[in-house]
């Protein structure tokens, strides 16, 4: 998801977003932890997008 599309969501939208990215990220370190993740820049990934998002709902906010 880009920054644009996230400034277009409602901050509920937005929260629940980082629910399901938060439950990826759990899924991602499991799988890490028995070596079957095989792309671990995916992690990176979604802890990125959890950071962007809720970067936005913090200026959505103010």
């Not at 644009?4 to 977003?17: I, N, P, Q």
Request: hydrophobic share 35%; proline share 0%.
């Amino acid at each position: 998801m880009k920054i644009e599309e996230m400034r277009e969501k409602t901050v509920e939208e937005l929260k629940t977003a980082v629910v399901d990215y938060k439950k990826q990220l759990f899924d991602l370190r499991v799988q890490k932890s028995l070596n079957k993740l095989e792309n671990t820049a995916q992690i990176g990934k979604i802890k990125r997008e959890i950071a962007q998002i809720k970067t936005v709902i913090n200026e959505k906010s103010k």
